[in-house]
C-alpha cells in the first residue's frame, strides 16, 4: 500500500540555518503531495502541496520539489526563524483514494 | 470565514463507556474524514463521507467504532466500550470536493480522547 517516510526527529537548529527535512513515499498512482504544518497547540495546516511531476510547492519561505525519479518531496527553508518551531508532516493523496497518508512527522526545534 | 469544529476539546472517560465526538466541516464542504493521532501510530485514516455516497470506513480499527454524517453537514464519530488504546487526539478534516484539485483538506483542533 501506500507510504511516506519522513527523516526522523527531533531537529534542532539555530535561527537563520538552512533547513532539510527529507520525505521519501511508495505509491501505485501519481499521488498529490503535501506537507502540513502542526504549531503547538494548534491543528494540523497545510503549508504546501504539487499535484504532479517537477511540481514546486512554496508557502511562507519553504520549498519543496515532486521528484517522481527519486519519489521524493524534500522541504527546504533556506532561513528558518524561532517561529518555525513546530511538527511537520509530509503526506500523499493518491489518484482515486481520497484519503491523505502521512508520514510519522518530524519535530522542529529553532533556538535563538 | 469559520473553520472546522470540533467539539469537545478534551474527554476523559473511564474504560468501557462510549464515547461521541463532533465535528462540525466548513460549510459548503462535501468531503469529511476522520483520522487519529496517537503516539504509537501516528495520524491514521479512520474514515471519509462524501456527499450522499456510502462512506469509506476502511480505516476504522474495529467495529467499536463508527461514524455518521447527518444532513450531509455535522459529523458524529463514535466509539463504543472505550479501551486504553482508543486514548489518541481524533482530527477531523473537510474539503470542497473529495477528489482533484480541490482535495485540500482543512482540519480542525481535535479532540483529544483519555481513556483511563
Known amino acids: 500500500g501506500d507510504s511516506v517516510t519522513q527523516m526522523e526527529g527531533p531537529v534542532t537548529l539555530s535561527e537563520e540555518a538552512f533547513l532539510t527535512i527529507n520525505c521519501t513515499y511508495t505509491?501505485?498512482?501519481?499521488?498529490?503531495l503535501f506537507w502540513y504544518v502542526q504549531y503547538p497547540g494548534e491543528g494540523l495546516q497545510l503549508l504546501l502541496k504539487?499535484?504532479?511531476?517537477?511540481d514546486k510547492g512554496s508557502n511562507k519561505g519553504f520549498e519543496a520539489t515532486y521528484r517522481k525519479e527519486t519519489t521524493s518531496f524534500h522541504l527546504e527553508k533556506g532561513s528558518v526563524q524561532v517561529s518555525d518551531s513546530a511538527v511537520y508532516f509530509c503526506?500523499?493523496?493518491?489518484?482515486?483514494?481520497?484519503?491523505?497518508?502521512f508520514g510519522q512527522g518530524t519535530r522542529l526545534t529553532i533556538n535563538p | 470565514g469559520a473553520g472546522v469544529s470540533q467539539s469537545p476539546s478534551n474527554k476523559v472517560t473511564e474504560k468501557g463507556k462510549d464515547v461521541e465526538l463532533r465535528c462540525d466541516p466548513i460549510?459548503?464542504?462535501?468531503?469529511l474524514y476522520w483520522y487519529r493521532q496517537s503516539l504509537g501510530q501516528g495520524l491514521e485514516f479512520l474514515i471519509y463521507f462524501q456527499g450522499n455516497s456510502a462512506p469509506d470506513k476502511s480505516g476504522l480499527p474495529s467495529d467499536r467504532f463508527s461514524a455518521e454524517r447527518t444532513g450531509g453537514s455535522v459529523s458524529t464519530l463514535t466509539i463504543q466500550r472505550t479501551q486504553q488504546e482508543d486514548s489518541a487526539v481524533y482530527l477531523c478534516?473537510?474539503?470542497?470536493?473529495?477528489?482533484?484539485?480541490?482535495?485540500?483538506?482543512?482540519f480542525g483542533a481535535g479532540t483529544r480522547l483519555s481513556v483511563l
Open positions: 478534516a473537510s474539503s470542497l470536493e473529495g477528489v482533484g484539485a480541490k482535495n485540500i483538506q482543512y
Open positions: 460549510s459548503g464542504h462535501t468531503a
Open positions: 504539487a499535484t504532479k511531476a517537477d
Open positions: 505509491a501505485t498512482g501519481y499521488p498529490s
Open positions: 503526506a500523499l493523496s493518491d489518484q482515486g483514494a481520497q484519503k491523505l497518508v
